[in-house]
T-cell receptor, first 112, second 114 residues
Framework: GENVEQHPSTLSVQEGDSAVIKCTYS??????FPWYKQELGKGPQLIID?????GEKKDQRIAVTLNKTAKHFSLHITETQPEDSAVYFC???????????FGAGTQVVVTP | SAVISQKPSRDICQRGTSLTIQCQVD?????MFWYRQQPGQSLTLIAT?????????ESGFVIDKFPISRPNLTFSTLTVSNMSPEDSSIYLC???????????FGPGTRLTVL
């Protein structure tokens, strides 16, 4: 089955700096790669996703890149703000419906 | 995106008892999913619930321990049966958005078993 590895496990950045989280996946058939943000005491919130026919996608301060050859994808957050502090999860899916395989998560701390 | 609610939001239970968690969504959805998130850990899919059919369980999860109902297109329940302290986790439901693979999550139910 699919295996998703996520690094780093924790990331501390100064406000205004950029943050990058990287994930690798094992199943070359994976074709959908979402990123979720989970704040303390809340459920995961979908913040951006990318499909295998696209190499990069951007939404304001966040962007995701996908390298299908190397089987890795990354989340980039620019101009970080304290409200970006949360746990971020990557995931991958090969199925047409459901069955997301999640990475272990990255705790991001943005210090003012 | 869909508005998803879960009840209860948290509970503290005694070992050996059972707890039923409800998941309600404000629009009709085809698929609903149940996940477990152990303390400080990632999300693990328990089962997929489609209306009108038996839930499909992932490896390591069985119906006797985690019975699921899906009576209609907006509602599902997950029961955690014969609980032990190892069942202490956050239980999350999610729903498909209508866009292939895309899922939205509810707020979760925080369960502590003593």
């Amino acid at each position: 089955g699919e295996n998703v590895e996520q690094h780093p496990s924790t990331l501390s950045v100064q406000e205004g700096d950029s943050a990058v989280i990287k994930c690798t996946y094992s199943d070359s058939a994976s074709n959908y790669f979402p990123w979720y943000k989970q704040e303390l005491g809340k459920g995961p919130q979908l913040i951006i996703d990318i499909r295998s026919n696209v190499g990069e996608k951007k939404d304001q301060r966040i962007a995701v890149t996908l390298n299908k050859t190397a089987k890795h994808f990354s989340l980039h957050i620019t101009e970080t703000q304290p409200e970006d502090s949360a746990v971020y999860f990557c995931a991958a899916s090969t199925d047409s419906w459901g069955k997301l395989q999640f990475g272990a998560g990255t705790q991001v701390v943005v210090t003012p | 995106s869909a508005v998803i609610s879960q009840k209860p939001s948290r509970d503290i239970c005694q070992r050996g008892t059972s707890l039923t968690i409800q998941c309600q969504v404000d629009s009709q959805v085809t698929m609903m999913f149940w996940y477990r998130q152990q303390p400080g850990q990632s999300l693990t899919l328990i089962a997929t619930a489609n209306q009108g059919s038996e839930a499909t369980y992932e490896s390591g999860f069985v119906i006797d321990k985690f019975p699921i109902s899906r009576p209609n297109l907006t509602f599902s329940t997950l029961t955690v049966s014969n609980m032990s302290p190892e069942d202490s986790s956050i239980y999350l439901c999610s729903v498909d958005s209508g866009r292939v693979n895309e899922q939205f999550f509810g707020p979760g139910t925080r369960l502590t078993v003593l």
